[in-house]
């Protein structure tokens, strides 16, 4: 892969004065589609010394093990990620997988480079702006874009396993799938995540043969801690390990799935999937109060309103302010960045994203003008377009390896269980990342989003998403950040920044109680029994409208890296632990 030359680290407020293009606190560039890679930034010092130990943080705890296993045996954070990616497709099912797509955001130690390798699902060739309308009334036909084939995108997810591994990695892919492929064969155990999950999702699933044989038992879920056996999820792999991307892309697999999708009513093409390859795009990188932060460029919304939402903050006197004070900025900062999410973003390939404006700090410091210190501004104020519920799916890791690399991986096939079809003989769900576009102007998606024309319907494009893989580099911690959840993923990571910049620990970070809001509806949502009463009632007297949430939300991971003495730690989120060993409690594992 190309090597760019690499300005320290701590030049870099000097070379961003020294020119007029370079004057913004972010750096991002357009790169248009194409299967070759291109340069991504070096923006930081190269050399940020080594850790002691690698860390892995991630939603299972076999996950972790793979990602481990591939470590000890000479792979990098790289050919950890996808041993990690490759074994959260088949424990976590309702999560990601094959038949779903991801980002992949690396930092390289040796030389500082950092790429966000964009594995987005597509929208098929034969996609129409109004394919999910019903002609005759032009209102949204109910679940087209939820269950079934129709509402299956392109996949990616096998894409960047292979092009992960073949650009960044140092093993084979025989070697990095190995840990989920012996799983797959051997069965793993099915967790209360998985039970709870499938618990939503049961119907759609028996109405599939496909998904009922895999996942099902007689029609039933299967008991808890039953194993899961799945062969054809590492035959599956096996074609990938053999014949890299076309063995997923051409050939009989994309012919079987081609005529799988279409025989049940989807518009797949072999062209859809020939045509599929990952860009690899420059991340969003902005400075935060000293500290580098390197995050997701469109197609994901989130680095976006990351950078607003930071920028809007950064013009207070922070260390000033009270926890009532605190929250109230941070939710009126995170309502404008949300409100611009649903007017302004989608695929940079189709439409113009205007980055640069959004995150110079000059509008940031307009949008600050609007804040009242004492009043809640109501979301109806602010000129735009409606926005929420929520189900726990999607899956995120991070990675430091004991060289010093970084890997932040958010994937998905969206809703729980994505269009709850597996093509027989694949042992893979297809996605319903088709649910993340705009079906119609101001139409709410299962996260309650909406959206304009920068995010509607059209062939080849990519669905507008909120998944924020973050790295934050700082002069003396270094952080990898990520979460699920839909709309919140981006709420969640600022939380989470502020608390590292806090001093957190990582399992400080991913426990905090957490708090949202997103334009519209114009509500503080908070996680059940997490607010402090006084500061409730502080929120209320300035005009928010604070609603308890019935769940938690979210399912975290973060691994932590101290320059000074090189020690890493991983903090895996716990709100899965109250239903399951399988899920996170054991996965935050340190590998030294
Ligand atoms: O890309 C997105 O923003 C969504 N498809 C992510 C879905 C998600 O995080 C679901 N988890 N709650």
Redesign the pocket.
């Known amino acids: 892969m190309p090597r760019v030359p690499t300005p320290s680290w701590r030049c870099l407020p000097a070379l961003l004065l020294g020119s007029a293009l370079l004057a913004l606190p972010v750096a991002f560039a357009r790169a248009p589609e194409a299967p070759a890679p291109v340069a991504g930034t070096s923006v930081h010092d190269a050399a940020l010394g080594r850790p002691q130990g690698a860390a892995i943080a991630s939603a299972h705890a076999e996950a972790t093990a793979a990602g481990m296993a591939v470590l000890r045996a000479g792979g990098n954070a790289f050919d950890a990620a996808v041993a990690v990616s490759a074994t959260l497709g088949l424990v976590e099912p309702e999560?990601s997988g094959l038949g779903g797509g991801g980002f992949f955001l690396l930092r390289r130690a040796s030389d500082g480079h950092t790429v966000f390798i964009d594995a987005r699902e597509r929208a098929p060739l034969a996609a129409t702006r109004d394919m999910y309308l019903d002609p005759a009334t032009g209102q949204p036909k109910p679940r087209a874009t939820i269950d079934g084939a129709l509402a299956a995108a392109i996949p990616g997810q096998p894409a960047a396993l292979v092009h992960v591994a073949e650009n960044f990695g140092r093993l084979p892919l025989r070697e990095s799938l190995a840990p989920a492929i012996r799983l797959a064969e051997r069965g793993w155990r099915f967790g209360e995540k998985n039970l709870a999950m499938l618990g939503w999702r049961k119907e759609a699933l028996r109405a599939d043969p496909g998904a009922a044989a895999l996942f099902l038992v007689d029609g039933e879920a299967p008991r808890l801690g039953a194993r899961m056996r799945n062969p054809d999820y590492a035959a599956t792999l096996r074609l990938l390990a053999e014949y890299g991307h076309d063995g997923f892309y051409r050939g009989p697999m994309a012919q079987r799935l081609v005529d799988a999708v279409r025989a049940a009513g989807g518009i797949w093409t072999l062209d859809d999937l020939a045509q599929y390859r990952v860009v690899e795009r420059r991340p969003l990188v902005f400075q935060h109060r000293g500290m580098s932060i390197v995050t997701a460029p469109p197609p994901?919304s989130g680095g976006i309103a990351l950078a607003q939402t930071l920028q809007i903050l950064d013009g207070y006197d922070w260390a000033a302010k009270n926890p009532t004070q605190r929250l109230h900025l941070r939710v009126e900062a995170m309502r404008r960045a949300y409100r611009d999410r649903a007017v302004y973003l989608g695929d940079p390939d189709f439409v113009t994203v205007p980055v640069e404006r959004l995150v110079h700090p000059a509008y940031a410091a307009g949008l600050r003008a609007g804040i009242h210190l004492q009043r809640a501004t109501p979301s109806d104020l602010l000129p735009g377009i409606a926005a929420l519920p929520?189900?726990?799916?999607?899956t995120h890791f991070s990675i430091v390896d004991a060289e010093g690399n970084l890997a932040a991986v958010t994937q998905?096939v969206?809703?729980p269980f994505g269009n709850a079809m597996v093509v027989p003989g694949t042992g893979f769900l297809l996605n319903n990342?088709m649910?993340?576009f705009s079906i119609k102007p101001g139409v709410p998606n299962a996260?309650g989003l909406v959206g304009k024309e920068a995010n509607a319907i059209e062939p080849g494009k990519r669905?507008?998403?909120?998944?924020t893989p973050t790295l934050v580099i700082g002069p003396e911690r270094v952080a990898v950040i990520g979460t699920?959840?839909?709309?919140?993923?981006i709420s969640m990571v600022i939380q989470a920044l502020l608390d590292f910049e806090a001093g957190a620990d990582a399992r400080a970070i991913v426990a905090a109680p957490r708090l949202h809001h997103q334009y519209l509806p114009d509500h503080i949502l908070v996680e059940p029994g997490s607010l402090d009463p006084a500061i409730r009632a502080a929120l209320e007297a300035k005009g928010h409208t604070v609603k308890e949430e019935t769940r938690s939300?979210g399912n975290m991971q973060v691994v932590i890296w101290h320059r000074a003495d090189g020690r890493t730690e991983a903090g895996a989120d716990p709100r899965w632990e109250a239903v399951g060993k399988g899920a996170t409690s054991e996965a935050g594992g340190i590998f030294r």
């Open positions: 999560s994901s929520e189900r726990p799916d999607t998905t969206n809703l990342e649910d993340d996260f669905p507008l998403s909120s998944m699920p959840g839909g709309s919140r993923i939300w």
